[in-house]
């Protein structure tokens, strides 16, 4: 799997676009981008995934760039709701969790 | 469309005491995985099946840990004997298959506490 950087910690404020990097430099041809999140005491939840291509769903849109040795992960109007871990996992088929992005959303 | 069930919520044991968990994935959903997480870090895999096969269980303590899942459906997680580093969040999650397993569900996890 590859090694993923993420900053340890960001914040938003409500109905702003969060905008969450991810750092991917080793990821290999054929292993995807994945992104979940966690809410304080639930367990993780899908948000999206890409190969190459930017990818949009009613949750996120997923930037990766050309290169594809980073990506963004957008949440175009933030709630309350979104305060979360969000972990960003390169790989094909197996989920290798790091610390992930502590998102604060305040109002 | 029912979620992925965990029992207990939360567990305290002393330490070299046993303890189960007990998993019961999304219906039909062929892939279930036991993650382990720590206080401060991400989900640690712990073990994956496939049906009732094991795909992964490279980073499952087996001197002590054992998974099981009859059936293919249900599964448990079992400790005999604890350790205090064993306090963690125990998560299963579920996926339709190994091929589209891009999309984990997980469950509530059990809060173990070992004294």
């Known amino acids: 799997d590859a090694k993923t950087t993420q900053p340890p910690s960001m914040d938003c404020a409500e109905g702003r676009a969060a905008n969450l990097p991810c750092n991917h430099s080793t990821i290999s041809g054929n292993e995807y981008v994945y992104w979940y999140r966690q809410i304080h005491s639930q367990g993780p939840q899908y948000i999206i995934h890409?190969?190459?291509n930017n990818e949009t769903n009613e949750m996120a849109s997923l930037i990766i760039t050309e290169d594809r040795k980073s990506s963004t992960l957008i949440l175009p109007h933030a709630t309350l709701r979104d305060t979360a871990v969000y972990y960003c996992?390169?790989?094909?088929?197996?989920?290798?969790f790091g610390k992930g992005t502590m998102l604060l959303v305040s109002p | 469309e029912a979620g992925v069930a965990q029992s207990p919520r939360y567990k305290i044991i002393e330490k070299r005491q046993s303890v189960a968990f007990w998993c019961n994935p999304i219906s039909g959903h062929a892939t279930l995985y036991w993650y382990q997480q720590i206080l401060g870090q991400g989900p640690k895999l712990l073990i994956q099946f496939q049906n009732n096969g094991v795909v992964d269980d490279s980073q499952l303590p087996k001197d002590r840990f054992s998974a099981e899942r009859l059936k293919g459906v249900d599964s448990t997680l079992k400790i005999q004997p604890a350790k205090l580093e064993d306090s963690a969040v125990y998560l299963c999650?579920?996926?339709?298959?190994?091929?589209?397993?891009?999309?984990?569900?997980f469950g509530p996890g059990t809060r173990l506490t070992v004294t």
């Open positions: 996992i390169g790989g094909y088929s197996t989920l290798t």
């Open positions: 999650a579920s996926s339709p298959s190994m091929r589209d397993n891009y999309e984990q569900y």
């Open positions: 890409g190969l190459k």
